[in-house]
């Protein structure tokens, strides 16, 4: 994953606060791959494996919370794409990214996969039960666009 560091610096420079989960240990970043039985892109295992998820307060990337893949609270990767599959019928293809006030739902799409593997971020309409475009090409375009907004 590319070094974000002068990004997330510009972000705390404009006066967004940011909140990190702490970092994900490849036993379970593995482990959230099996309970979800997908295998995530490496843009995606890097950033859990240095950040965990988290990003700016009330605007926050799903992630592994405490180094536990299985924990199913609100902002975990494993509990926002189990009530998105649960409540608005996600398909198991996706894996929710960033889920926000049970309105917006951004999921990594594992059925589209680039030459690197890395899969396209996708915006999924919780009203209408389908994919409404592609947000970013990889979680590492979607990663950048994220802080840029933000600086």
């Not at 994953?1 to 909140?19: P, T």
């Not at 599959?85 to 996706?94: A, G, S, V």
Request: charged share 30%; glycine share 6%.
């Amino acid at each position: 994953m590319k070094d974000y560091s002068a990004l997330i610096d510009n972000v705390k420079k404009a006066d967004n606060e940011l909140f990190w989960l702490g970092s994900a240990s490849s036993d379970q970043i593995n482990k959230l791959e099996k309970i979800l039985e997908v295998k995530l892109p490496e843009s995606f295992r890097q950033f859990l494996s240095e950040y965990g998820g988290g990003g700016i307060i009330d605007a926050e990337i799903s992630g592994i919370e405490d180094n536990h893949a299985a924990l199913d609270n609100g902002g975990t990767v494993f509990g926002d794409t189990l009530t998105a599959r649960e409540d608005y019928e996600l398909p198991e293809n996706l894996i929710v990214v960033f889920f926000k006030d049970y309105e917006i739902c951004w999921c990594l799409d594992s059925s589209s996969t680039d030459n690197s593997g890395e899969y396209p971020v996708v915006s999924y309409n919780l009203f209408h039960h389908k994919v409404d475009n592609k947000i970013a090409d990889s979680f590492s375009d979607f990663f950048k666009d994220y802080l840029e907004l933000r600086a």
